[in-house]
């Protein structure tokens, strides 16, 4: 079984997304997490317009509790997938030398942008944007 963890800022938005639309994937072949840089989110909801965003997509975002990263999280995963380039070049200051070839952005060459503080099309196009990427890593269609 491969083991993905989605890594963005808070763990409030972005990756928590990126969690669901990838296990439902990749079904029983893939293990999933998300977590964040920050632990501002620690134990909260997702935010309420990424969980409508998710809802749109036939996505139950309403059980995610915010998690922040942790070596033991990092050492868990195969491989690890951020969000942007900041949050990639902050686990790359944190990561150990056997993490590191772990490491890869989310989109693959580009940012997948931070919705924060903006309306809900901005959480919508987000959201679209991460479920189309699970392509980039599990192979199969949507169950």
Not at 51 to 65: F, I, M, S
Not at 95 to 122: E, F, H, I, W
Request: overall charge negative.
């Amino acid at each position: 079984m491969r083991k993905i963890l989605t890594v963005c800022l808070g763990n409030h938005c972005r990756s928590p997304f990126a969690q669901i639309a990838l296990a439902h994937r990749g079904g029983t072949d893939l293990e999933v997490r998300s977590a964040g840089l920050i632990g501002k989110w620690q134990d909260q909801p997702a935010n309420e317009s990424m969980v409508k965003a998710a809802r749109r997509l036939g996505h139950d975002l309403t059980g995610h509790r915010g998690q922040q990263i942790t070596l033991e999280t990092l050492s868990w995963a195969d491989i690890i997938l951020a969000m942007d380039t900041a949050v990639l070049d902050t686990l790359r200051a944190i990561c150990t030398q056997a993490n590191d070839p772990k490491l890869a952005l989310y989109l693959g060459d580009r940012d997948v942008s931070d919705p924060m503080g903006q309306d809900d099309a901005a959480f919508n196009d987000c959201a679209v944007l991460i479920e189309a990427a699970t392509a980039l890593h599990v192979g199969r269609p949507p169950q």
